[in-house]
């Protein structure tokens, strides 16, 4: 069980850093597309502009975050059969064919 709670947390955290670079690069794209100059650095610019750089990230970090997540359990039960340390099968999770992986984490 130390194995799999060790392996689940490395495949996790490929997602998560293969993801959180993509998310990262794409909102810089969207704001230098979007406001036509790079984004604000170490607080500068306007008050307005820097609370909406922060927003922005922070809103790409979050679903990032749980796209990687829920890949990366969808890639783990896919490769070894059974759910990842932390989750479990639910059966009415995917009642609709390709929403969701069919796992809930374990309260």
């Known amino acids: ?7 689940w947390k ?9 993801v959180g670079l993509a998310a990262s690069k794409a909102v810089s794209t969207a704001w230098k597309l979007g406001s036509g100059g790079k984004p604000p650095k170490d607080g500068h610019g306007g008050y307005a502009e820097v609370m909406t750089w922060a927003a922005a990230s922070a809103a790409a970090a979050a679903a990032g975050k749980l796209f990687a997540e829920r ?9 070894t059969g059974y759910a990842p340390p932390g989750y479990e099968a639910d059966a009415t999770a995917r009642l609709v064919k390709g929403t969701d ?3 809930v984490k374990k309260d």
């Open 101 to 103: 992986t069919g796992l």
């Open 1 to 7: 069980m130390v194995g799999a709670k060790i392996g």
């Open 10 to 18: 490395l495949v996790q955290a490929a997602f998560t850093i293969v």
């Open 71 to 79: 890949r990366a359990a969808a890639y783990w039960l896919k490769s």
